[in-house]
């Protein structure tokens, strides 16, 4: 990476190196020209390359630069809007395409990985969401009742089980 530790810190310092890669120096053609070497678009590349086509990444900086490399890490599913407010935007069609993708894409990245035998540290442990007080709970309540009136695997923690997974006692649930 670039050694800067604004910006990437301890992921590329831990980071084993990147796949040798060059600068463009002739015209390509492809299929697909997929600009950005981050989750999306190594992703999108891997799954139309599956698919036979032939794809292309182009990528300014270093492979995983921008957000990518700033992510936490997490696997998480969903997205902080309500799955109800979400329907309501897109409409049942694309609302629900989009809630039955976000429900499924820890599954399918960790299909990704066993697939093709990424180097990741993968833990699959969950991802817990705490609320601070009684109402930031009763918000995560209400997401964890519309997720699972769609099939997501989601219960609600008490305060204990918060504690005894957090290290703190901070969050009532």
């Not at 049942?92 to 976000?102: A, E, F, K, S």
């Not at 969401?129 to 923690?157: F, S």
Request: glycine share 12%; proline share 5%.
């Amino acid at each position: 990476m670039l050694n800067d530790r604004r910006s990437h810190g301890l992921w590329e310092r831990t980071a084993p190196p990147p796949p040798a890669t060059e600068r463009l120096g002739c015209d390509l053609v492809a299929d697909v020209a997929i600009v950005g070497a981050g989750y999306t678009g190594l992703s999108t590349a891997l799954h139309l390359a599956e698919r036979g086509l032939d794809t292309v990444v182009i990528e300014a900086a270093e492979i995983g630069f921008g957000a990518a490399g700033r992510s936490t890490g997490l696997v998480n599913a969903g997205l902080w809007v309500m799955p109800s407010a979400l329907k309501e935007t897109l409409g049942p069609l694309y609302g629900d395409r989009l809630l039955n993708l976000l429900r499924d894409s820890p599954r399918t990245v960790f299909e990704i990985v066993d697939k093709h035998n990424l180097q990741c540290e993968l833990k699959r442990a969950g991802t817990i969401h705490c609320g601070a007080d009684k109402k930031g709970v009763a918000e995560i309540a209400e997401r964890a009742r519309q997720w699972q009136a769609l099939g997501a695997p989601v219960h609600i923690l008490d305060a204990g089980e918060t504690r005894a997974k957090t290290g703190t006692s901070a969050f009532p649930g």
